[in-house]
């Protein structure tokens, strides 16, 4: 909740406190303590890792060193122009270009710091014009946290775990004054600031925000952090904030079932498809694996079946989230279409068709143009569709500034990543691949920028170099 200021002093006083230990929270503090602001990260879990540990770690940039570096032909103006086109244009205008121009400054940033980034190869993810999704070696969001709290230990950066943020104080007017914490043993604490940033998490983990906001995912599997429990928005309420894009989320419809593990999309992006149990295909899977989450639902019994060959296979072996479903016991093989469809219990005459339409050079009935056939052995996952994480919170400006319902802006009150509104627009279609990190990393890189700033000091510029 958050609370009018009372008269006792904060135990702790600082520049700039972080709620949020996440890629978002982290990059924001590697920014401000290699500057040498004062900041100190209150995160709730004992080892941080948020929504991010649970992604494949992709954070898509135009422009950065990396990208410049493998020859891409990319842009600012053409990454923004992507995120447009994936909404139908309703993405928040001024966060698309404010986020578009920081990522890559804010992937250099990072390098600068000790990650070291490279370029996705070998496909594009839905609605992306260029190899744009930056990645560590190990392909996954574990690896980006345990890489981000190393620079952030290096920089010199405080965080504090196991730490819960309770409330936060306010001097009645809007200015954050402090915030209470929780420690493991019970007792509280407040921390003075002279600028808050919101960095904490989203609402899916919350049933009832989700059911009054998410009413598509209000039965569907949730596979996001726990700790995305809505404080952000209901601290918002309290304090008079608007909200935007609550309609707003990630979807996934590649969730194996039961084994409950992400399979990645490169699958389908390399020539895959989904089936449903009557051995059928039921979208363009081209279109995005959010709004698949949706599709799949709508399929009998809630679930479909990834399809795929061998050179799909080949793609994302190697990817730590495609291994977890490995193990798990999610791939299923099959010698020939009998055997397929013995495998997802349909009619073999049915997926016989279903694949034959596979090999055509032209837009099939749902839109979709296949480059290749598909080729026995083909590999099988049984999936369905889940919620991984909100594109909806608090409403914020370009510097990522929480504004208030009426318009106006709160003196010292940031927000950025899952806190804050996205650029997914209002719909789960309007998720572009990586807009999470990306909403994440160039909003903390930003919101560092504007903290230090009320805070009275100035960052310098990080242009990509």
């Known amino acids: 909740m958050s609370e009018p200021d009372a008269q006792a002093a904060p135990e702790l006083s600082l520049s700039v406190l972080i709620i949020g230990g996440g890629a978002c929270g982290l990059t924001a503090a590697i920014r401000l303590a290699r500057a040498g602001v004062e900041c100190v990260v209150i995160e709730r879990d004992a080892v941080p890792g948020g929504s991010t540990a649970l992604s494949s770690g992709f954070i898509p940039a135009a422009g950065s060193r990396v990208q410049r570096a493998a020859g891409v032909a990319d842009s600012v103006e053409d990454f923004a122009a992507d995120i447009q086109a994936k909404t139908g244009g309703a993405a928040a205008a001024h966060l698309a270009q404010a986020y578009a121009r920081a990522a890559p400054a804010a992937i250099d940033a990072l390098e600068q710091a000790g990650l070291c980034f490279e370029l996705l190869d070998g496909f594009l993810y839905p609605g992306h014009r260029a190899r744009r999704m930056h990645t560590?070696?190990?392909?996954?969001?574990?690896?980006?946290?345990?890489?981000?709290?190393?620079?952030?230990?290096?920089?010199g950066a405080l965080v504090l775990t196991r730490t819960l943020a309770r409330e936060l104080r306010h001097d009645g007017l809007g200015r954050i004054t402090a915030v209470a914490c929780e420690r493991p043993d019970g007792t509280r604490e407040h921390i003075g600031c002279d600028a808050l940033i919101l960095a904490c998490n989203g609402f899916g983990g919350n049933a009832a925000m989700v059911r009054e906001h998410l009413p598509a995912m209000a039965d569907a599997v949730y596979g996001g952090h726990a700790g995305n429990d809505g404080s952000a928005v209901r601290w918002g309420r309290e304090l008079g904030a608007g909200l935007a894009d609550m309609g707003a989320y990630q979807g996934h419809g590649s969730w194996a079932t039961p084994q409950g593990a992400l399979v990645s999309w490169a699958v389908i992006m390399d020539g895959g498809v989904q089936v449903n149990r009557l051995g059928r295909?039921?979208?363009?899977?081209?279109?995005?694996?959010?709004?698949?989450?949706?599709?799949?639902?709508?399929?009998?019994?809630?679930?479909?079946?990834?399809?795929?060959?061998?050179?799909?296979?080949?793609?994302?072996?190697?990817?730590?989230?495609?291994?977890?479903?490995?193990?798990?016991?999610?791939?299923?093989?099959?010698?020939?279409?009998?055997?397929?469809?013995?495998l997802i219990g349909c009619d073999a005459r049915a997926l016989a068709d279903t694949l034959r339409s596979v090999a055509r050079d032209a837009p099939d009935v749902h839109g979709r143009r296949f480059m290749r056939a598909l080729s026995a052995p083909y590999h099988a996952v049984k999936v369905t569709g889940a919620l991984f994480h909100t594109q909806g919170g608090l409403d914020i400006d370009?510097?990522?500034?929480?504004?208030?319902?009426?318009?106006?802006?709160?003196?010292?009150?940031?927000?950025?990543?899952?806190?804050?509104?996205?650029?997914?627009?209002n719909d789960v279609a309007g998720y572009l691949s990586g807009n999470g990190l990306l909403s994440a990393i160039a909003g903390g890189h930003i919101a560092a920028a504007t903290a230090a700033e009320i805070a009275g000091m100035a960052l310098a510029d990080e242009p990509s170099r």
């Open 136 to 155: 560590l070696r190990q392909r996954s969001g574990q690896a980006l946290m345990a890489a981000l709290g190393q620079a952030a230990a290096d920089a």
């Open 281 to 342: 295909r039921f979208h363009d899977e081209t279109q995005g694996y959010s709004e698949a989450a949706v599709r799949v639902l709508a399929q009998p019994d809630g679930v479909a079946w990834n399809v795929f060959d061998d050179q799909a296979l080949a793609l994302v072996r190697d990817f730590p989230d495609f291994q977890a479903a490995r193990e798990a016991g999610a791939l299923r093989t099959a010698d020939d279409v009998p055997a397929l469809a013995a």
């Open 398 to 425: 370009a510097r990522c500034r929480v504004r208030r319902a009426d318009g106006g802006l709160f003196p010292n009150l940031l927000a950025a990543g899952g806190a804050a509104r996205g650029v997914s627009g």
